[in-house]
């Protein structure tokens, strides 16, 4: 993949704090050679304090292409782009920067998109169905629109963070596509129930979903990559959900970027 590395491969980062338990750097590495780019994907640890004057610096820097960004960085890389697409402007968040002619950064959102292409291969549609999401982050947010514009009858969203979840909830019901309110961690009676925050990351975490009111005919996903099978994703399959891992959804989401890092950008 790397025999030919050379000064003229081109360099997209991806940013975040922490960064250690992304596999994205390979995969999108892989990705750039099976489109025939010189190209590869560089993981950078930056603090928020530090995003951005670590921006600019990397923008100083002309065989730096593109930036994907992940946890905590969502949103304030949001507001260090000079554009962004319609769906990144509603939800004021981006996962992906490239270059404007002039230097400065576009950025796009495709968490939700992909989180929803990745439910579809996996036999869920969302339309007319009722979900239960947690957390209203980054890509909470995301998924919570992608959900809403797939035609979900019914949205509940719970983050302990209640003036950002209910800020989320008011910006989604104003599209008028679906009741959405807020909601807790209890999955009962939804069709769909996902986990879109960090709880399950670390082997003491507690379960993001009451796992007693989860049956069999739930869909039940979770964004989390690293461990590969959180403990939510391992309970609904001893009950025997349908499931959707953090993984699946990145294989999605990684085929969207690696298509807008290469100026071949989706319709929002």
């Not at 610096?57 to 319609?86: E, M, Q, W």
């Not at 939800?91 to 439910?119: C, E, K, P």
Request: with cysteine; hydrophobic share 45%.
């Amino acid at each position: 993949m790397l025999n030919n590395f050379s000064g003229a491969t081109r360099v997209h980062f991806i940013v975040g704090d922490p960064i250690a338990q992304v596999k994205s750097p390979f995969g999108v590495t892989q990705a750039f050679e099976q489109a025939g780019r010189d190209a590869i994907c560089v993981p950078a640890h930056v603090r928020t304090a530090d995003l951005a004057a670590w921006l600019d610096g990397v923008s100083k820097s002309r065989n730096v292409d593109g930036v994907i960004v992940t946890v905590p960085h969502k949103f304030d890389c949001y507001a260090l782009c000079a554009t962004a697409s319609p769906r990144a402007e509603f939800l004021n968040t981006v996962n992906t920067m490239r270059r404007n002619a002039d230097g400065s950064w576009h950025g796009d959102m495709f968490d939700g998109l992909g989180y929803v292409q990745a439910m579809r291969l996996k036999g869920c549609d969302p339309q007319d169905q009722t979900a239960l999401l947690v957390g209203a982050g980054g890509a909470g947010s995301a998924i919570a629109h992608g959900l809403v514009m797939a035609g979900v009858r019914e949205l509940a969203i719970h983050d302990p963070d209640i003036a950002r979840r209910d800020a989320l909830v008011a910006r989604l019901a104003s599209l008028g596509m679906a009741q959405v309110r807020a909601g807790s961690p209890d999955p009962k009676g939804f069709d769909i129930a996902l986990n879109a925050s960090p709880i399950g990351m670390q082997a003491n975490d507690p379960l993001p979903l009451q796992a007693q009111h989860i049956t069999r005919e739930m869909f039940v996903g979770c964004v989390i990559t690293a461990p590969a099978v959180t403990p939510l994703i391992a309970a609904a399959r001893d009950i025997g959900c349908p499931t959707l891992t953090g993984a699946d959804m990145f294989a999605q989401v990684r085929d969207l970027m690696v298509n807008f890092l290469l100026e071949s950008t989706p319709t929002p």
